[in-house]
């Protein structure tokens, strides 16, 4: 069974920084992306950023661009987020989010993690 775990959420001062990170595990034939989106109090999920697994490239939302970083370890299938000068409006709970193929011939099917809290006070 697929599994994507992460950790490294918490609480935080304004300014400070945070690392995430989320380790796909079980039998994975390949990944093609992971990223990470994250959900506010009463506000739908947004996309945060991702990475191409083959080439490395990155993408963010703009919100993120230039305090958020995203790098992947591909032997140990993991990425991470890490997270500088944040702000109160990065406060939510963070997603991994993957686009595996687990079977061979098949299309890629999408996995989510768990979540994890990130809390940025004022």
């Known amino acids: 069974q697929v599994q994507l775990v992460e950790s490294g959420g918490g609480l935080v001062q304004a300014g400070g920084s945070l690392r995430l990170s989320c380790a796909a595990s079980g039998i994975i034939l390949r990944i093609y992306n992971m990223g990470w989106y994250r959900q506010a109090p009463g506000k739908e999920r947004e996309f945060v950023a991702a990475i191409s697994w083959g080439g490395g490239t990155t993408y963010y939302a703009d919100s993120v661009k230039g305090r958020f970083t995203i790098s992947r370890v591909n032997a140990e299938n993991t990425i991470y987020l890490q997270m500088n000068s944040l702000e109160p409006g990065d406060t939510a709970v963070y997603y991994c989010?993957?686009?595996?193929?687990?079977?061979?011939?098949?299309?890629?099917?999408?996995?989510w993690g768990q979540g994890t809290q990130v809390t940025v006070s004022s």
């Open positions: 989010q993957a686009d595996l193929v687990l079977n061979r011939g098949k299309s890629p099917v999408s996995r």
